[in-house]
C-alpha cells in the first residue's frame, strides 16, 4: 500500500494543483534592504555552507521527495548527482517502504551518485516510535547517509483514509534517538510549520537540527483530498492548516538549532529572505520535482542554477560577501508577518 501511496504523491505533485490557495509563506512582507554602495563584486560573492559536517558550495537542500518504486528510485539517483554537481545537500523520501521491505534499499542507495555531500534519509515519527530505535539507524546506514530526518506529517496522515490516528511517544523516540545518533538526527515538517513551543520541546529531547517546513508551498492534506478523490473546490478545511514559512523561521531561529527553512521557497529571493530570517541553509521540493519532469536531470540543474544565481545577485544588493554576513542583514517586517510577530511575542 505504500509503494502505491507513494507512486500517487509523485503524480500528483507533477501535474496537480497542490499548493495552498489562501496563504502563503509570508515571505512576501520580508523585506531585504538595498544598499546602493555595496562596494562588492558578483564574483567574490562566496555562498559557502555547512550542513552535517560537510561542505556546501551552496545554502540549499533538495529535500524529501518520494522512494520505494522503481520511478521513485531513478528520480532519487538523478537528484542526487545533481545536488552533487552543484555542491549541495540531498533529503531522501520517507524510508517506510524500505523499513517494510529491506529489499527496495535500491531506490534510496544514492551515495555512489552524491559522493561528497550531505545526505539524510527519512521517516515518520510514528514508524520510528513503532520500531526499534537500532533498526530507525539501520535505515540511515544502510544507505550511508550521514543523518536521518524524522518527519512530522500529522495533518497529512489525518486526510488520509488509512493513515495514522495516534501520535504517541513521539519525544520518547526521539530521546532515544539522539542518544542513539547524536548529532544525526533532523526533525522536519511537512507543510505545516514548527511553533517555538514544539522546538523547544524537541531542543530538550535531544534534537539539534530542524527543518521548519512551514506552509505556503505543497500542502500535503490536498495531495491526500487530490488521492482520495475529492472535490478540489471543496476541500478547504486541513488543506489551508499550518504556521507560514516566515513565521516558523522566527519563531525557532533564536532557539540554537541548525535550521533548515523550507516551505514554498521557489527562487533566489526568498532563499536569501529565510536566509536573512534565520535559517542555515534553505529546502525546496516541489520546484525541483516539476522541473525534474519538464527537463530530467538537466531541467534541474538549470532550476537551481538560475536559483543560486539571484541568491547570489541578492547578497550583493545588499551588500553581504557571504551567508554569515547576509544573516546579519536585519530585514523589515510588514504586513501580516509583523502582526504575527507582535501576537506571539512571549508575555
Known sequence: ??????????RLCAEMEVEFRSKTTLLEDVELVHDAVAELSLDEINTE?????RRLRAPLMITAISGGT?????????????????????????????????????????????????ILGNIALQQAAACDPAKIEKLASGVEADGLAVHLNAAQELSQAEGDRRFLDGLKTLKALTKLMPGRIMVKETGC??????????????????DTAGAGGTSWPRVEN????????????LDEWGIPTAASILETAPLGFTLVGSGGVRTGLDAAKC??????????ALPVLRAY?????????????????????????VGAKDIPALKKRKPVITGRLREWTISRRPR
Do not use: W
Open 1 to 10: 500500500m505504500s509503494n502505491v501511496r507513494k507512486a500517487d504523491h509523485l
Open 49 to 53: 555552507a555547512r550542513f552535517f559536517g
Open 70 to 118: 522503481e520511478e521513485a528510485g531513478a528520480l532519487n539517483r538523478d537528484l542526487a548527482a545533481a545536488a552533487q554537481e552543484l555542491g549541495i545537500a540531498f533529503g531522501l523520501g520517507s524510508q517506510r517502504p524500505m523499513l517494510e521491505n529491506p529489499a527496495l534499499v535500491s531506490s534510496y542507495a544514492v551515495r555512489p551518485y552524491a559522493p561528497d555531500i550531505p
Open 193 to 210: 510549520g514548527i511553533s517555538r513551543e514544539a522546538a523547544l520541546r524537541l531542543k530538550a529531547a535531544g534534537v539539534r537540527v530542524l
Open 226 to 237: 487530490l488521492r482520495n478523490g475529492a472535490d478540489p473546490a471543496g476541500t478547504m478545511g
Open 275 to 284: 536566509l536573512a530570517l534565520g535559517a542555515d541553509i534553505c529546502g525546496m
Open 293 to 317: 519532469k519538464r527537463g530530467g536531470r538537466d531541467g534541474v540543474l538549470a532550476f537551481l542554477e538560475r536559483v543560486i544565481a539571484d541568491l547570489k545577485a541578492v547578497m550583493l544588493l
